[in-house]
């Protein structure tokens, strides 16, 4: 069985709309991972799971089986929840999975969102079926997937997870929102950037943040983001064979991330020889 992956959203921070982030996409974060007749899997909850909701209900009439994970909630990882079309449908049934943050229950920030003050729409009032499943760091079971999570380095609880299809076949980490530098102050153990590099080891794609430049990380230190070569050493070290550079700075348009893009391979060919680089844009599509 084999299980194309979309990407939906691929910025971080806010949605960019506009000409000069049509090619490289302006909706935050949203990846699904799932063909016609399979239970969908949905990486994050962007503004990105709008275009995706749109979509589901072309293809599937409203009928929707999925499981989303959250890496966290801040807002550009949750924002598409509310817009998410498939949730007015009582045909609809949808487990979110994600983290408590600092003791507030998942299911409590998810309704904040959607609090009369701030939107018209509550949560409870959707129609569909939806189940809220607080998770940490471990390893569980979807349907098609054996799935195993990692704690970040990134403000708040923050997951990254890896996905291997029970059926066999290649696998995915989606690494987003985490600070591959020296900067920030994380309740991480001492040997997590070892744990990192297991937990990403051999696996065929990697997805991972590539927000800032180097010329100013430093700057950023402990606002739990990476630049594109440090994603790239990651990599390397973990005899990845794809990286995929993901949840672009906002200020970058369509030709900044191309210069970005040729600097990473140029990189990559010094460092990592045989790594594939590239770019994460809407509508992006690969199969595992």
Not at 130 to 151: M, N, P, W, Y
Not at 157 to 164: D, F, I, K, W
Not at 218 to 231: N, V
Not at 260 to 278: F, H, K, M
Request: a negative charge; one cysteine or more; proline letters at 6%.
């Amino acid at each position: 069985m084999t299980h194309p992956v979309t990407f939906w959203g691929t910025r971080g921070s806010i949605p960019t709309p506009g000409p000069d982030t049509a090619r490289y996409g302006g909706n935050t974060a949203c990846i699904s991972i799932g063909g016609r007749g399979q239970r969908l899997v949905i990486l994050d909850a962007g503004s990105g799971l709008r275009p995706l909701g749109h979509e589901l209900m072309k293809q599937r009439n409203g009928v929707l089986a999925a499981d989303i994970l959250l890496s966290h909630t801040h807002w550009d990882h949750i924002q598409g929840l509310p817009f998410f079309k498939p949730l007015s449908s009582r045909n609809t049934s949808v487990n979110i999975y994600g983290a408590a943050q600092e003791g507030v229950p998942l299911k409590d920030i998810l309704r904040r969102q959607m609090d009369p003050m701030v939107f018209p729409v509550p949560l409870n009032a959707l129609a569909a079926s939806l189940t809220v499943v607080e998770i940490s760091e471990g390893e569980f079971d979807l349907d098609d997937f054996r799935v195993c999570a990692l704690r970040l380095r990134h403000p708040g609880t923050t997951l990254g997870y890896r996905l291997a299809p029970c059926s066999g076949g290649r696998e995915v980490a989606y690494v987003t929102d985490n600070e591959l530098g020296t900067g920030g102050n994380y309740e991480v153990p001492p040997d997590w950037r070892a744990k990192l590099v297991q937990f990403v080891e051999g696996a065929d794609t990697l997805i991972h943040d590539a927000m800032y430049l180097d010329k100013i990380i430093q700057a950023r230190a402990g606002w739990g983001h990476s630049t594109p070569r440090q994603a790239v050493d990651l990599a390397g070290e973990a005899r990845c064979s794809r990286l995929i550079l993901f949840h672009h700075e906002p200020e970058h348009d369509d030709a900044a991330l191309d210069r970005l893009l040729a600097d990473t391979r140029s990189y990559a060919a010094r460092t990592a020889p045989g790594l594939s680089i590239e770019a994460a844009a809407e509508g992006m599509r690969f199969t595992l």
